[in-house]
């Protein structure tokens, strides 16, 4: 495994991204575990795993940011 400054940028936002994204799971766990789910939202819950899991990630925290002009 590489230290901090061997990473490139793009190897340490991935980092801190799933790091972020586990610890939220942690915190907020699923508050809707349990509840039935529409079949429409059931199938973009699936495909979104899917595209996750194939490596594609969502849009970059910059490009949301400067969309919702909080950046």
């Avoid at 939220?24 to 789910?37: A, C, F, K, T």
């Avoid at 429409?40 to 899917?50: A, E, F, I, Y």
Wanted: aromatic content about 2%; hydrophobic content about 40%.
């Amino acid at each position: 495994m590489a230290t901090v400054a061997e990473m490139t940028k793009d190897e340490f936002r991935e980092m801190i991204e799933t790091i972020v994204e586990q610890k939220l799971l942690e915190v907020l766990g699923e508050p809707d575990e349990g509840l039935p789910i529409r079949k429409v939202v059931g199938d973009r819950l699936l495909h979104q795993k899917q595209v996750v899991t194939s490596g594609e990630r969502g849009e970059l925290l910059e490009n949301v940011t400067q969309r919702l002009g909080l950046g």
